[in-house]
Nanobody, 114 residues
Framework: EVQLVESGGGLVQPGGSLRLSCAAS????????MKWVRQAPGKGLEWVSR???????SYTDSVKGRFTISRDNVKNTLYLQMNSLKPEDTAVYYC????????RGQGTQVTVSS
C-alpha cells in the first residue's frame, strides 16, 4: 500500500527557512516521479515542484531560486528545502506521486508570519 507522510512544517518568520520531509512506504521513491503541491487558505491546490525519475527538477515561478526539491533514495524520503519564505507561501503542503492525487498524505502546515 502506498503511503506518504509529510512533516517539517511550522511557524516561521518571513525570510526564514524550513525543510519539509515526505516519508514514503509501499513503493520505491527513486523509481517514481514525485511532486509537492500546496493549498493556501481559501484557495485551490497549487503545484509547487516536481522531481523526475532521472532527477530532473522543476518549480513553479513563484518559488524558483528559493525552494529545492530532493530525495534520499536510502531513506526513501522526499524533501522540500524552503528558503527566503514569504507570507504568501503559507499553505498546507502535500507530497504525492506524479499523476496520482489520491496518493497525497495528510499534509503539513507552513505558516509564514511575523
Amino acid at each position: 500500500e502506498v503511503q506518504l507522510v509529510e512533516s517539517g512544517g511550522g511557524l516561521v518568520q518571513p525570510g526564514g527557512s524550513l525543510r519539509l520531509s515526505c516519508a514514503a512506504s509501499g513503493f520505491t521513491l527513486r523509481w517514481s516521479s514525485m511532486k509537492w503541491v500546496r493549498q493556501a487558505p481559501g484557495k485551490g491546490l497549487e503545484w509547487v515542484s516536481r522531481i523526475s525519475v532521472a532527477g530532473a527538477t522543476s518549480y513553479t515561478d513563484s518559488v524558483k531560486g528559493r525552494f529545492t526539491i530532493s530525495r534520499d533514495n536510502v531513506k526513501n524520503t522526499l524533501y522540500l528545502q524552503m528558503n527566503s519564505l514569504k507570507p504568501e507561501d503559507t499553505a498546507v503542503y502535500y507530497c504525492q506521486l506524479d499523476g496520482d492525487p489520491g496518493s497525497r498524505g495528510q499534509g503539513t502546515q507552513v505558516t509564514v508570519s511575523s
